[in-house]
């Protein structure tokens, strides 16, 4: 079936293949400054106005007609390339941008941007690097995820939170990748940093509907994340120290034909905290005290490039968090007994040691290869790892007696993948792409491990859920059509299926976006995309910790499904500033969660006995005004959404089977954000964000403990006496809106080169105003009464920040 679809699309973009003669321009374009990839550049003769983009390579292919052709390429934030050239054959050419600082100044003849407004993707941003690396920051730590919580469509979740709730989804819902690898936790330092090290990373793109073919696997959003590749020109060195971390990037060539980057960033809160614990330590009279907690990453990749035909990619990132604690103590009570001729009393000794960690690992191979000028390959087979871990160890010696125990808990997912990639480029008005994939999971959802062992007795139990194995493939095509001068259409279809125990899921996923042009400037857009997700985060919401597993769908859990529905236009105030409406709604069917009493920490079950599944429904209106490049850049983002779920399959209803609120629900979100260079040695930043309160869930009634009868008590009324509670009444989950949250973050930057280079001191200021925003509410027992109060408990105060930063 795939096949025959796959074969009758192919016959029918031969079969628009004009019979003018025609020659095709192939090549790489590419940074001159360094040799990086340049993507999404713009290709066309301007002249004709055909044109092409360069893809995630930085490869382009054009066919034009034979005869002059005013070959033009242009890249925001880069000057310009243009010239004649007089087409009487296929040419190869690979062309060097050179960075512009001011590419207002630069004039060329004929101008074609596949940007907002031409692209037939809708619902696509693209944020630069130098941006996000400008904003505040908390801490000293420039971060890629809480520059995109700043976006229309994307919510924070909690305070200071790095996850990711795009158009009503969850977090397990954003197919996050990294040089094609996908990631599985995005946070550091209990969700307060995210695992990408901005000094490491080229690109990043986000898609929150409209979904190309190529992409699948989840419901709500793509994270396309692209390392650098190392600078092929020149050794280079960066790096920077901040309050609580510090970094470092090597970059360069090795030879002719090969480039490396390696980038390392670590905290150093257990160095930091270590005359506070040995102070404890003295004070508590143990024998010894550590504890501390720290998170690293490392990046690495080479890039080595056999012909201009063929190049191979190797990149690997390993990150890891760690909180840790240790302590010895030891007595003896000795005394002389003159009747026994000998010592006695009691000797008494004890090592106790615990240890938490998460980490990610992510590797990946990639082989390029130009099959012809018209047709590109890409190879990739890639493995990555999420694992927790969780253990306890104790030993105790009282005189001559020894007892120990030991308690350990691990969960995790770990995958194996191989696809292949085809981009076609037969005529100017078809870019094709088509490939496979598959992956093989192992799931490990969670098992309790514990050992005792005492002079007399030792005993060993495991507890937990078996490991889960299970293969998800898929096959894709999509073309991206031009109909004339103002239609342009992306039609694409997706099979994919999903092999777990003795059950067997497929589906075919059918994609379409397009886009008609009213003027030059301004094109309106519509998008539908059918996605399905066949592994699922079962999360603790009541908890801080990363204690969510990762599980698939079985015989008993059916995989989640979603349609979302889009439409929009964009208007271009000029070359550099677009803005942009877009509207989206979208089911989904098959949502897990935990049921009513249900959590991570009731072993006792096997998790797929504590999980119950529904429907969700989202909908919103999204307002975007961006600048990305110029002196002054920034955008001004607002979303106005709404998100519902309900669980109502009988015997295990959430919320009473009624329709209630998600979570991270929000009715409005804004956020402005401004960088502006004042000079070539200063630069401001500033972040406003507003956004309606989370909801949460609130008791309104208790069940004392000597309740008898229908005599509640209603705590929601402060004047009465309350008595500790036994049981909580809730009408209904997240009945209860927290305050809104908004804050300013403010930042200055002072750059001087030096004979060696060039250093930069960043001074930030998180929550400028000193805003008690709220992190959670709950219930309190007023001192002195029996009365209880609502109390709301705020993370952060204003935040002061200083680092320094280096480049070589």
């Known amino acids: 079936m795939i096949r025959k679809i796959i074969l009758f699309a192919l016959c029918l973009i031969f079969s628009s293949v004009v019979w003018a003669q025609k020659y095709t321009i192939s090549g790489y374009i590419t940074d001159k400054s360094n ?70 100044e630069v004039v060329i003849e004929g101008r074609l941007t596949e940007g907002g407004v031409e692209s037939t993707q809708m619902s696509v941003i693209e944020i630069p690097m130098k941006t996000i690396k400008n904003l505040p920051v908390l801490l000293g730590e420039a971060d890629l995820i809480k520059a995109i919580q700043l976006l229309p469509g994307v919510q924070s979740g909690s305070e200071g939170m790095s996850g990711m709730y795009v158009r009503g989804g969850g977090p397990d819902q954003n197919l996050i990748l990294l040089d094609g690898v996908p990631v599985y936790n995005v946070s550091h330092l209990f969700g307060f940093f995210s695992v990408f090290n901005s000094d490491a990373i080229q690109n990043v793109k986000l898609i929150k509907g409209g979904f190309p073919s190529r992409y699948g696997g989840r419901l709500s959003s793509v994270l396309d994340i692209s390392m650098k590749e190392g600078n092929t020109k020149d050794f280079k060195a960066s790096g920077s120290v901040g309050i609580i971390s510090s970094k470092l990037t090597l970059e360069g060539p090795i030879g002719e034909k090969t480039s490396f980057i390696v980038s390392g960033r670590r905290t150093y809160i257990d160095i930091l905290a270590y005359p506070f614990v040995k102070l404890a330590q003295r004070e508590s009279d143990l024998d010894k005290l550590r504890a ?75 082989w390029n290869y130009m ?14 790892r999420y694992q927790i871990l969780t253990g306890f160890e104790s030993e105790y010696r009282e005189n001559n007696i020894n007892t120990s125990q030991m308690i350990e808990y691990t969960s995790g997912i770990y995958d194996w993948s191989g696809k292949v990639d085809f981009d076609y480029y037969p005529t100017p008005n078809h870019s094709v792409k088509f490939g496979l994939s598959n992956t093989y999971h192992s799931f490990n959802p969670g098992v309790l491990v514990a050992e005792f062992n005492d002079s007399d007795t030792a005993a060993e139990f495991e507890l937990g859920n078996t490991a889960v194995y299970s293969n998800e493939a898929a096959v894709y095509i999509e073309d991206d059509i031009r109909i004339g001068g103002a239609l342009k259409m992306n039609v694409g279809l997706r099979w994919s299926g999903f092999q777990v125990k003795e059950e067997f899921y497929n589906a075919v996923e059918p994609r379409f976006s397009a886009r008609y042009l009213l003027s030059e400037k301004w094109s309106v857009k519509a998008a539908y995309a059918k996605m399905n997700q066949y592994i699922n985060l079962l999360a603790n919401s009541n908890i801080g910790l990363p204690f969510d597993l990762w599980v698939p769908s079985t015989d008993k859990i059916k995989p989640q499904k979603a349609n979302q529905y889009a439409l929009g236009s964009v208007y271009a105030i000029n070359s550099d500033i677009d803005i942009s409406v877009e509207s989206f709604y979208k089911t989904m069917d098959n949502l897990v969660e935990y049921k009513e009493g249900a959590s991570f920490f009731s072993l006792e079950n096997d998790w797929e006995e504590k999980v119950t599944q529904g429907t969700g429904v989202s909908y919103g209106l999204e307002f975007l005004l961006m600048k990305k490049y110029g002196n002054a850049t920034g955008w001004i983002g607002y979303t106005w959404s709404k998100s519902d779920r309900t669980f109502d399959t009988p015997g295990e209803e959430i919320s009473f089977g009624k329709t209630f609120p ?30 309606t309160g989370n909801a949460t869930t609130l008791g309104y009634e208790n069940y004392p403990a000597y309740y008898q009868g229908n005599d509640f008590q209603n705590i929601s009324q402060f004047g009465y006496d309350n008595p500790e509670p036994e049981i909580v009444h809730y009408e209904s989950r997240n009945n209860y809106r927290m305050p809104s949250y908004h804050r300013l973050d403010l930042s200055i930057n002072f750059h001087k080169q030096k004979k060696w280079g060039k250093r930069i001191w960043n001074f930030s200021l998180y929550n400028a105003y000193n805003r008690k925003n709220p992190f959670m509410l709950q219930w309190e027992r007023e001192l002195g009464t029996n009365k209880q109060k609502l109390y709301q408990i705020s993370l952060f105060p204003i935040l002061p920040s200083v680092s320094y930063k280096f480049e070589f």
Not at 670 to 688: Q, R
Request: avoid cysteine; hydrophobic fraction near 35%.
């Open 371 to 384: 099959i012809s000028n018209k047709l590109f390959a890409n190879t990739t087979v890639t493995y990555s």
């Open 292 to 366: 501390g907690y720290f998170f690293y990453d490392v990046n690495a990749k080479i890039n080595h490039r056999f012909s201009e035909k063929s190049r191979l990619y190797l990149s690997l990132y390993m990150g890891k968090d760690k909180f840790y604690s240790l302590a010895d103590d030891s007595y003896d009570e000795k005394y002389w007994d003159a009747e026994t001729g000998d010592f006695e009393g009691n000797s008494y000794s004890s090592h106790n040691e615990m240890q938490f960690w998460w980490g990610n690992i992510t590797s990946a191979a990639r």
């Open 35 to 104: 040799g990086e990839k340049l993507i999404g550049a713009n290709v066309y003769d301007a002249k004709s106005y055909v044109g092409a983009v360069s893809n995630s390579y930085g490869f382009f292919s054009i066919t034009l007609d034979k005869g002059p052709v005013l070959f033009t390429i242009s890249y925001v934030g880069y000057t310009p390339y243009q010239t004649q050239i007089d087409l009487n054959s296929n040419t190869k050419i690979n062309i060097e941008l050179s960075p512009s600082i001011e590419i207002e």
């Open 662 to 691: 998600y979570k991270y629900d929000r009715r409005h979100d804004l956020s402005i954000v401004l960088s502006y260079k004042l000079n070539e040695k200063i630069d401001v930043g500033a972040t406003w964000v507003f956004g």
